[in-house]
């Protein structure tokens, strides 16, 4: 059981990306959350006792992969709405792997802005409202609605510093 930190720091470093990607093909928070931690408890069972694999993060992407067409596999018989087509589309792909790295940073980061900042960019640029509706909303002046704007994307930036340029890509537009 040496595993225990080595499993912990892969824990740490992928569970909100694995969130992300489970996401973006389940798009149900609740059951995103429960695939990840199914992915972890299954990932653990299996290498508990022996070494990681050199690709332990493609294990786990794989896993979750395979958990998420699961489930929804079983959701489609309950609901007919839900096609199960477009998820050869989803493969966990590095390009996938890396979208969904990426998105996690950037909502960690927005997460740790400061309450109100945090409020004013969301309902701006994932709600899409107008400063204007923003300010009346909140019952703030609309210079303050662009202040805290101003203020989140210069946060964004510094917290995702290697990533700059596609700090203007927000997975929720």
């Known amino acids: 059981m040496n595993n225990g930190k080595e499993f912990e720091l892969y824990f740490k470093r992928y569970y909100t990306s694995l969130g992300m ?7 149900d928070t609740n059951e995103a959350e429960d695939i990840v931690q199914e992915t972890y ?25 395979n958990l998420t067409i699961d489930r929804l596999r079983s959701n489609s018989l309950e609901n007919p709405d ?14 996938a792997i890396d979208t969904s790295e990426r998105d996690a ?22 709600d899409g409202l107008s400063n204007a509706e923003i300010a009346k909303e909140l019952g703030i002046s609309i210079k303050t ?18 990533a700059k340029s596609k700090i203007f890509f927000l997975p929720f537009l």
Do not use: G
Not at 21 to 27: E, H, L
Not at 59 to 65: E, N
Not at 106 to 115: D, E, G, N, R, V
């Open 105 to 126: 940073k950037l909502w960690i980061a927005i997460s740790k802005l400061p309450q109100r900042c945090r409020e004013v960019f969301l309902l701006s640029k994932r």
């Open 21 to 27: 990607y489970v996401m973006r093909i389940c798009r």
């Open 82 to 95: 839900i096609t199960i087509d477009n998820i050869k589309d989803l493969e966990p792909t590095e390009e």
């Open 145 to 162: 609605v662009e202040n805290q704007i101003t203020k989140a994307f210069k946060s964004l930036r510094h917290a995702l510093e290697p």
């Open 41 to 65: 408890s299954i990932a653990w069972e299996k290498f508990a006792d022996s070494k990681l694999p050199e690709h332990f993060r493609s294990y786990l992407y794989r896993v979750a992969h």
